[in-house]
């Protein structure tokens, strides 16, 4: 193996405003006792990135100037803190970007997703827009052989989907998909690989996501045009869906969620909403006795494991879902990628 170098180049968010990212050159970190270095192989762009980019509100009150940012993202381990018994050099792993403290009341009872003290990598931490990074070993996740390196940084938003539609019934139900980002379009696989008896997929007016959703198995493509709701009501003998899911982030379609979810039936909500006060048809809740529930993160580790499983059936069809790879040097030319939404995930090379 080559040394390791002492210096990077790292893509960092250097002024507080829109765009605002430049390549500066920075220390290689090195691994803490609990933690391993990582040379990078890729890392994909998250819609979390693309807020950084454009320094909302969100953005400028988490994170902090300088920051190297880049969460979804995998590489092998090339050195190992001096605590670490469970990675050695040479081991393949994709990182869980949420930061857990293990010791709070959430962690103890199972719920290290929302840890009372948990930081975001790469969001609240330098990440993995560089070449190198160091991370927690317990986040540093072994996966599945037959899952390539080059498609091994999408695991994080592919376990937001999974997390989101086993909020509620997936096999043999109907299952409606809102917002066809590069997360719902996982949502579509997995229902259909959990063996959903009817996908039903939503976008607004995405040509080419709305495809992407036909080719990863949806049964019925609905956008703009459509009646939402009504269609969703026809498809389901005027009942509704057993379980939806909320991927757009627009709160007209949190209330179309509302209105063709069948009576006690599961909602759940991925999404991040612009406005921090979002409208909802709350006695529609009520009485059609529905299960609301907000999803954060991933389950650590029953959502990776489950991940996992469908990954080792090959039953994921994450190849479909990478529209755009470009090399690190471009990264700008990346975000513009994702940022015009004319594709599914955009994956950066190192
Ligand atoms: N809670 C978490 O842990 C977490 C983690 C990651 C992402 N997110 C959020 O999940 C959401 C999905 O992220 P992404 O990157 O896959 O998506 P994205 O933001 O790239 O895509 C959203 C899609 O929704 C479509 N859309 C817009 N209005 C719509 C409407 N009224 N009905 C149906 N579709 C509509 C858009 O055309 C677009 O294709 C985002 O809101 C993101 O912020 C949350
Ligand atoms: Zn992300
Ligand atoms: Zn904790």
């Not at 509100?57 to 605590?83: D, K, R």
């Amino acid at each position: 193996m080559t040394a390791i170098p002492k210096t990077m180049m790292a893509w960092k968010k250097v002024a507080s405003r829109p765009g605002g990212f430049d390549f500066v050159e920075t220390s290689v970190p090195q691994a803490k006792p609990d933690e391993v270095l990582v040379k990078t192989h890729s890392t994909s762009i998250c819609g979390t990135d693309l807020h950084i980019w454009k320094w909302d509100e969100w953005a400028a009150e988490n994170v902090p100037i300088n920051t190297t940012t880049g969460h979804e993202t995998c590489g092998v381990v090339i050195a190992v803190g001096s605590e670490v018994t469970t990675h050695k050099v040479g081991d393949k792993i994709a990182v869980e970007c949420h930061l857990a403290c293990w010791d709070c009341d959430r962690c103890r009872e199972g719920n290290a997703h929302i840890c009372e003290n948990g930081q975001i990598f790469g969001v609240h931490t330098n990440g993995a827009f560089a070449p190198y990074f160091t991370v927690p070993a317990i986040n540093a996740r072994h996966f599945p052989d037959n899952l390539t390196m080059d498609l091994a940084s999408v695991q994080d938003p592919l376990g937001n989907a999974i997390h989101t539609l086993t909020g509620g019934p997936v096999r043999d139900a109907t299952v409606a998909i809102h917002g066809l980002g590069p997360i719902g379009l996982f949502a579509v696989n997995v229902a259909k690989a959990m063996g959903a008896s009817k996908v039903i997929a939503i976008d607004w007016d995405n040509q080419t996501r709305m495809q992407l959703a036909t080719k990863l198995g949806a049964d019925v493509v609905l956008g703009k045009g459509d009646d939402i709701v009504a269609s969703i009501l026809a498809h389901t003998n005027g009942q509704g869906v057993d379980n939806s899911c909320e991927f757009s982030g627009s709160p007209s379609a949190l209330s179309n969620t509302i209105y063709s979810t069948r009576m006690g039936g599961y909602v759940n909500v991925l999404s991040v909403y612009g406005t921090t006060k979002t409208e909802v048809p709350m006695n529609d809740i009520v009485f059609r006795y529905l299960h609301l529930k907000g999803i954060n993160g991933r389950k650590m580790w029953s959502t990776w494991e489950t991940m996992h499983e469908l990954i080792s059936q090959d039953k994921v069809d994450i190849e479909t879902i990478v529209t755009h790879r470009v090399s690190f040097n471009d990264c700008k030319l990346g975000f513009e990628l994702a940022m015009g939404g004319d594709c599914g995930k955009v994956v950066v090379d190192f």
